[in-house]
Structures are given as C-alpha cells and as structure tokens.
C-alpha cells in the first residue's frame, strides 16, 4: 500500500498561510481522490478538502472555501494544501488521505477514505 506522509505543519498567527504537502512513497496518487481533513482536540476528523480522481475538480468545506487551495505536482508525487488567511478555528492535525473508489457525493467523508497519513499539526495562535 502507498504510504502517506504529511509535512508542513507549524505554529503561525492568525492572518498567517502555509503550505502542507502530502508525499506518497511507494506509488503514486494516480487517479485516486486525495483529501485533507483536520481533527481539533476533543472533535471529529472533518473534510476540509479534496482533488477528485486526480483533478482537476476540487471540493472545499465552507469554513475554507474562498482561502484554502489544494494541488497536485504529479511530478513530485505529492499533492499540496495552501492554507491562507488562516484563524485560531484552523488549528488541528492535518491528515491526507485518499480513496480509490470515492464518488463525487461522498468525497467529504472520511468513511470514503481508505489510506491516511500520520497527520501534522497545524497551530494558528497569537
């Protein structure tokens, strides 16, 4: 199975961007549906977004439409979440994952998802 490696969490201030990327090793995305979900302390996994079976259609929560982007550099193998304008409400673990079989309607639940990555932490505080 490919593994998921995430990278590029941090402490930033409100107002702040960053960038996460999601590596795969052993594999590649191929025309599986990447997302990224984020899990404050003590809440559910949420769906923040996702490339649908390898681009180009992409889906955004509410909360960060409009100021997350996410990407795909199938050169690099990895797929990006640009993260800008960022608040206190978008600090948790960022996981990736991605699912062979999603569907357009199911792409925002985890349950959809079959292969995670170990998550990295992303602080937005003053």
């Known amino acids: 199975q490919v593994q998921l490696v995430e990278s590029g969490g941090g402490l930033v201030q409100p107002g702040d961007s960053l960038s996460l990327s999601c590596a795969a090793s052993g594999g590649s995305f191929s025309r599986n549906t990447v997302g990224w979900f984020r899990q404050a302390p003590g809440k559910e996994r949420t769906f923040v977004a996702s490339?649908?079976?390898?681009?180009?259609?992409?889906q955004y929560a509410d909360s960060v439409a409009g100021r997350f982007g996410i990407s795909k550099d199938s050169a690099k193998n990895t797929v990006s979440l640009r993260m800008n304008k960022l608040t206190p409400e978008d600090s948790g673990i960022y996981y990736c994952?991605?699912?062979?079989?999603?569907?357009?309607?199911?792409?925002?639940?985890?349950?959809?998802?079959?292969?995670w990555g170990q998550g990295t932490q992303v602080t937005v505080s003053s």
């Open positions: 994952a991605t699912a062979g079989r999603a569907i357009w309607s199911s792409q925002t639940s985890p349950d959809a998802y079959d292969n």
């Open positions: 490339l649908f079976r390898g681009g180009p259609n992409t």
